[in-house]
């Protein structure tokens, strides 16, 4: 004779023993197994053969090694452009400074053609 209160709702379900918890009147439930339970994503993961994850993984390799070709040739460009804008500025710089540096030179130049013809023009008033 067993001290189990049976619930005819419950019936099919079979008998465990005396639960420690003292709740006999609740329905048994089965362990929290997330690899086991039948949920799809899950359960195909759990399932797939050795051969199956290997050709997952070479397969996310050719992608990330895709991904970062394209990455790097974006990188490229970018790159070339950076350079090219620090070409240009570099370039106006140059011809700035030449242009003033030729300023500059003229300026001394005409100084010199002035002070040549301040002696020439001395020596020919005497």
Do not use: C
Not at 43 to 56: E, G, P, V
Request: zero cysteines; aromatic letters at 4%; glycine letters at 4%.
């Amino acid at each position: 004779m067993s001290t189990e209160i049976i619930d005819p709702a419950t019936a099919s379900v079979p008998a465990q023993g005396i639960r420690k918890n003292g709740k006999q009147w609740k329905l048994p439930k089965a362990p929290f197994k997330p690899g086991t339970t039948g949920s799809s994503s899950t359960s195909s993961k759990q399932s797939k053969s050795y051969l199956a994850r290997q050709a997952d993984r070479v397969q996310s390799s050719i992608i990330k090694a895709k991904e970062k070709e394209l990455k790097a040739e974006k990188e490229a460009v970018r790159q070339q452009r950076i350079q090219s804008i620090k070409d240009k500025r570099a370039a106006k710089e140059e011809k700035e400074r030449y242009e003033k540096l030729a300023a500059k030179m003229h300026a001394k130049r005409v100084e010199r053609l002035k002070r040549r013809e301040k002696r020439n023009k001395l020596l020919k008033e005497r």
